[in-house]
């Protein structure tokens, strides 16, 4: 691991105004981070993870905050930065708030606009990582800058961290500086991050504001058929590929069996008031239908999954081949990760051998206490229709590297966003975009968090 020094990009003009709105920079530096392609491929490549952390090193030098940059390859670097000025309660155990700044891959010929151009348009600021995650990240510095230009301390001393390799499972990122560098996060004992605290609208004087308090599992399979090769024009009954087949049909259309976390349980419930409705435990995806497009997230955490992803067999095509092999996808529902594997390996048979290739822990937490009673407070300073509820999320984040630390992983990148967008298709998707207004709304609402968390 190395550490470098910020570049000497000349960070963007401020204005007298910007000292003292924790929302007056927030646009402005989520649009020049998305300016930085920090594109992940995964396999250890990445385009501009180094250049980023460098230009967040600078926002936070600016205002006198140092930080380490550190990569555990080469251009592969994470931001840490330890924020504790005078005023803040140093008896308190350090708030963990950590973001990411690498993205997926874009394809700009789908895309009406340069994913990295960082447009402006109806309203909305367009590009790559708008939602996942450079909007947080802009949060972050713009709540940061202002409150050290304004001298107004947090409550608690902040440990700020920008992993790199987020999109690729973290190995480069959280995963690793939890393994080599746990003096770094062992002495935080509550965190927040991306993929939590945004809305949905019930009514106009209802919303509710998703807070993540748990995320599924990950399992990465791959399936392995062995069988007989020869020539394409004989009769086979040994043919690898058609094993394979035979077994990811079986897998691709299982259904699995409802297991409601108590995260899910609590969700639901809170569902039930909201709409004034009952929830049929017995057709529960019926009740999610209600929810609009954010039914596809939630109805992804009822059960565990497995998709198959990624499928390899043959070079040649009238030659059979003597083996094939499949990719699965599998995330569970906390506590359920051998149901997962046990499963799999049953519907797969007896003929194909089943390989995990990535494990990836499940993370919950229970939805209560001071950090919780903040973000109700915080939320309600801005929308007073707020109701914050807790839910399990489908899909995983870097609170996953913290494996073995006792540490509080909640999702609270908070956003009140219009009830007309599909936002949970704005994840990896094409014209990803989040409003100008709610990128605002989620500065004002962490500057009051960090008064109370």
């Not at 059960?303 to 699965?328: C, D, F, S, W």
Request: proline content about 6%; charged content about 25%; aromatic content about 6%.
């Amino acid at each position: 691991m190395t550490s470098r020094q910020p570049s000497s990009q000349t960070p963007p003009v401020q204005t007298e105004n910007a000292s003292r709105r924790p929302d007056a920079e927030v646009v402005d530096i989520c649009r020049d981070l998305i300016t930085h392609d920090t594109t992940n491929y995964g396999a250890g490549e990445s385009k501009g993870e180094r250049e980023c952390a460098e230009r967040v090193a600078e926002y936070l030098a600016e205002v006198g905050i140092s930080s380490e940059l550190i990569e555990t390859e080469p251009r592969r670097s994470t931001l840490v930065a330890h924020w504790e000025p005078e005023g803040t309660d140093s008896s308190v155990p350090p708030l963990l708030i950590h973001c990411h700044t690498d993205v997926v891959p874009a394809v700009a010929g789908d895309w009406s606009v340069d994913p990295f151009a960082a447009e402006v348009k109806d309203d909305m600021l367009w590009g790559r990582g708008a939602v996942d995650m450079k909007d947080f990240d802009a949060m972050l510095l713009s709540v940061v800058r202002s409150r050290v230009r304004e001298g107004r301390a947090p409550r608690r001393p902040i440990r700020m961290v920008f992993f790199a390799d987020e999109e690729a499972g973290g190995e480069l990122g959280s995963h690793t500086l939890a393994r080599t560098r746990p003096e770094l996060f062992n002495d935080c004992t509550d965190a927040i991050s991306e993929v939590g605290g945004f809305s949905l609208t019930v009514r106009e004087d209802l919303r509710l504001y998703l807070v993540q308090t748990a995320e599924k599992g990950l399992v990465w399979l791959k399936l392995i058929a062995e069988g007989r090769a020869g020539h394409g024009s004989m009769r086979n009954h040994e043919n690898a590929i058609t094993e394979l087949a035979g077994a990811l049909h079986r897998i691709g259309t299982h259904r699995w069996p409802d297991r409601l976390h108590p995260a899910q349980k609590a969700f639901l419930a809170e569902v039930e008031d909201a709409f004034g409705i009952e929830v049929d435990n017995d057709d529960v995806e019926q009740t999610l239908e209600r929810l609009g497009s954010i039914s596809r997230m939630i109805g992804a955490t009822m059960h565990n999954t497995v998709n198959p992803t990624m499928i390899e067999g043959g070079y040649k095509a009238n030659v059979i081949p003597g083996r094939a092999e499949a990719q699965l996808d599998g995330r569970f529902i906390p506590g359920f990760e051998q149901e997962l594997i046990d499963t799999v390996r049953e519907l797969a048979g007896p003929t194909i051998q089943v390989e995990t290739t990535v494990r990836r822990r499940a993370v919950e937490t229970e939805f209560a206490g001071g950090l919780v009673e903040a973000m109700r407070w915080s939320l309600s300073q801005e929308d007073p229709h707020a109701r914050a509820v807790p839910y399990l999320l489908s899909a995983g984040t870097d609170a996953k590297g913290f494996e073995g630390m006792d540490i509080n992983c909640f999702g609270f990148a908070p956003l009140r966003l219009p009830p007309e967008l599909d936002f949970t298709a704005l994840f990896h998707g094409v014209d990803e975009r989040v409003p100008l207004e709610s990128l605002e709304f989620g500065a004002r609402v962490l500057d009051h968090f960090l008064d109370r968390a």
